[in-house]
């Protein structure tokens, strides 16, 4: 209710009796009342002695798949044993009670919380991918021929017995820094390691890391979201706007009329949220709280 007189303040969708568009940029803030860690800022706790920046990408997986996995069996466990907040139960309301196409989601979180709330598919873009989805590492390299396996909305605990105690929710990194210093953990062969199908190929977790691109169907998908009209209301929930092409879509809805909302936990002492204005409207505190009075 507040959030749409902000949105029709400016301009004349009230008075032409059209619903609103609403566009959102969610990050892993959103998920941070659901127990989740966040990336960056005071809420950043993923294992303990591995900056996740640096396990979450192509290179760290060719160097040693074993440990990339280790990093997402814990990931997927912790994303399975979390619950939804009030947060994403909002956004899912809001997605359901507003015509179809007139509210689009991205959210950057691979934690599959938005969905279990019951975010309608089709108002709902995973930017960064999901934890639960695997895909042929053959399918990646270019000029291998293969199968382009590829499986959606595995659940399975855990996937191969090698990864069974990261799959219990065990950081077992914590546990290797008895005295202090990070002691590596035992190497995992990759033939131990989840396997494809098809052509016994190593699988890989379905997300997006740094220096890959993003499903380029999405991005259309989203890119004509955009250009089919005026935007109303840019919600940015829980996300340091700092990674792209995702923190893009801020200045893509500002073009496209938007009023940009933000909310953070740290929205005021947060200059890092990059593609912030002053003249953006910023609510400070926990999504999980905000959310549900903002959007009721
Ligand atoms: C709360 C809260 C509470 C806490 N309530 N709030 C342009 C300029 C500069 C660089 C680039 C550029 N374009 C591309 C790049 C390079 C790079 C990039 O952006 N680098 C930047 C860091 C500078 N981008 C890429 O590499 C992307 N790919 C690409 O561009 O490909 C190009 C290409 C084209 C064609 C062929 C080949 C290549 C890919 C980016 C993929 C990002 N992947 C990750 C990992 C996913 C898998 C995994 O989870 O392990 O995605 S990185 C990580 O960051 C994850 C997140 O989705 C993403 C964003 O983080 P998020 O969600 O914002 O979290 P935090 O922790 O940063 O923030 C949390 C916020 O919540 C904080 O603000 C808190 O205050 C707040 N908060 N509690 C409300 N309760
Ligand atoms: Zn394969």
Excluded at 35 to 54: C, E, I, N, Q
Excluded at 143 to 156: I, L, M, P, Q, R
Aim: proline share 6%.
């Amino acid at each position: 209710e507040l959030l749409c007189r902000i949105a029709h303040g400016s301009d004349a969708a009230a008075a032409t009796g059209r619903s609103p568009r609403i566009m959102a940029l969610c990050g892993a803030g959103l998920s941070a009342a659901s127990g989740l860690a966040t990336f960056r800022g005071s809420t950043a706790a993923l294992w303990h002695t591995h900056d996740p920046m640096t396990l979450a990408t192509p290179e760290a997986f060719a160097a040693d798949p074993g440990l990339v996995w280790r990093f997402y069996a814990y990931r997927r466990h912790s994303a399975l044993a979390a619950k939804p907040n009030a947060g994403h139960y909002a956004l899912a309301a809001l997605a359901r009670s507003l015509p179809h196409n007139s509210f689009l989601c991205l959210t950057q979180n691979v934690d599959g919380l938005s969905a279990r709330a019951g975010h309608p598919r089709e108002s709902l873009r995973a930017l960064h991918g999901s934890l639960f989805d695997m895909r042929c590492v053959g399918s990646s390299r270019k000029g291998h021929s293969c199968c382009n396996y590829a499986v959606e909305d595995n659940f399975t605990e855990p996937l191969v017995p090698a990864l069974a105690t990261a799959s219990e929710g065990v950081d077992e990194t914590a546990a290797m820094t008895a005295n202090g210093k990070p002691l590596p953990l035992p190497h995992i062969p990759v033939n131990e390691l989840p396997q494809c199908p098809n052509c016994k190929s190593l699988l890989r977790p379905g997300v997006v890391w740094f220096g890959e691109a993003l499903d380029g169907r999405m991005l259309q998908s989203v890119d004509q979201w955009v250009a089919a009209g005026k935007v109303d209301l840019m919600l940015v929930i829980g996300t340091s706007a700092k990674v792209y092409p995702a923190a893009g879509y801020i200045e893509a809805a500002r073009r496209a009329g938007a009023v940009v909302v933000v909310v953070n936990a740290e929205a005021e002492s947060q200059q890092g949220l990059a593609a912030l204005r002053p003249t953006d409207f910023a609510f400070e505190g926990s999504a999980a709280d905000l959310l549900p009075v903002l959007l009721e």
